[in-house]
């Protein structure tokens, strides 16, 4: 069974960092590209960032440069999404998403979710 599960969220106050996971089962991680999605409050989801198979980053949101950052243990069938300097911006419901084409094309897996909140 194809299956992607994040964990690691929580309540962190700002400055403080998170480290999510995300655990891939029933698909071979170290072939396709890992995106990382948020969804704020009211809003549409976005795409955060994205990881390609060869673990290149290419980012989309401006203000999570040098914040943020991903990486993958393909041996472990997870990848990480670290978040340092939080922000009140940054509470949302973060996703991880795998693309077999990579990181310009369709996902192929989602994610459940896990939330985020970041406040004093």
């Known amino acids: 069974q194809v299956q992607l599960v994040e964990s690691g969220g929580g309540l962190v106050q700002p400055g403080g960092s998170l480290k999510l996971s995300c655990a891939a089962s029933g698909f071979t991680l170290g072939h396709y590209a890992i995106g990382w999605f948020r969804q704020a409050p009211g809003a549409e989801r976005e795409r955060i960032l994205c990881?390609?198979?060869?673990?290149?980053?290419?980012y989309y949101v401006d203000s999570v440069k040098g914040r943020f950052t991903a990486s993958r243990d393909n041996a472990k069938l997870a990848a990480y999404l670290e978040m340092n300097s939080l922000e009140t911006e940054d509470t949302a419901i973060y996703f991880c998403?795998?693309?077999?084409?990579?990181?310009?094309?369709?996902?192929?897996?989602w994610g459940q979710g896990t939330q985020v909140t970041v406040s004093g």
């Open positions: 990881m390609s198979s060869s673990d290149e980053i290419t």
């Open positions: 998403a795998a693309a077999a084409g990579g990181c310009g094309w369709p996902v192929d897996y």
